[in-house]
């Protein structure tokens, strides 16, 4: 049964790259062409791959739960990080120049939210290397 559902992922993802290739074919053959179907395309290819991933993660932890504790420790850290963030982010700009960028102040605090949480997750990097190199230095 194994052999049988590996045989047809491997034909699917055959079909998945054959048709990617004759769409870039196109792409580039065709300059006229309708760019809709390209579009259209990638957003089924996400799809199909967010779908995936997140069913190879559910399996993963029913498989492993010890792992899959971790990992839902790692996630709920993640949220509280975001959390902080969006927190700590606000509108630093006025009405006027809102206006004249066309955006809004939600977008502004969640783009200063994201900001925010790539600093803390850079921090983090750099901490978990020094941290790593001075253990290293101990053992």
């Known amino acids: 049964m194994t052999d049988r559902i590996s045989k047809l992922l491997q034909w699917f993802l055959y079909l998945l ?3 990617s290739a004759i769409l870039t074919v196109l792409f580039y053959v065709d300059s006229d ?3 809709d179907v390209y579009i259209y395309w990638s957003y089924v290819l996400l799809g199909i791959t967010v779908v995936v991933t997140i069913v190879a993660s559910l399996a993963g932890m029913l498989l492993k739960p010890k792992s899959a504790v971790k990992i ?3 996630a709920g850290i993640m949220v509280v990080i975001g959390i902080v963030s969006y927190s700590m982010s606000g509108n630093e ?3 006027i120049w809102l ?3 066309d955006v809004t102040v939600a977008t502004s ?3 200063g939210a994201g900001l925010f949480f790539s600093y803390f ?3 983090l990097a750099v901490l978990a290397i020094v941290v790593a190199s001075i253990a290293r230095i101990f053992k």
């Open 121 to 123: 997750l850079a921090a």
């Open 17 to 19: 790259l054959a048709v």
């Open 109 to 111: 605090r969640i783009v």
């Open 99 to 101: 206006e004249q960028k």
């Open 93 to 95: 700009f006025s009405a």
């Open 33 to 35: 062409s309708n760019t």
């Open 72 to 74: 839902l420790i790692l």
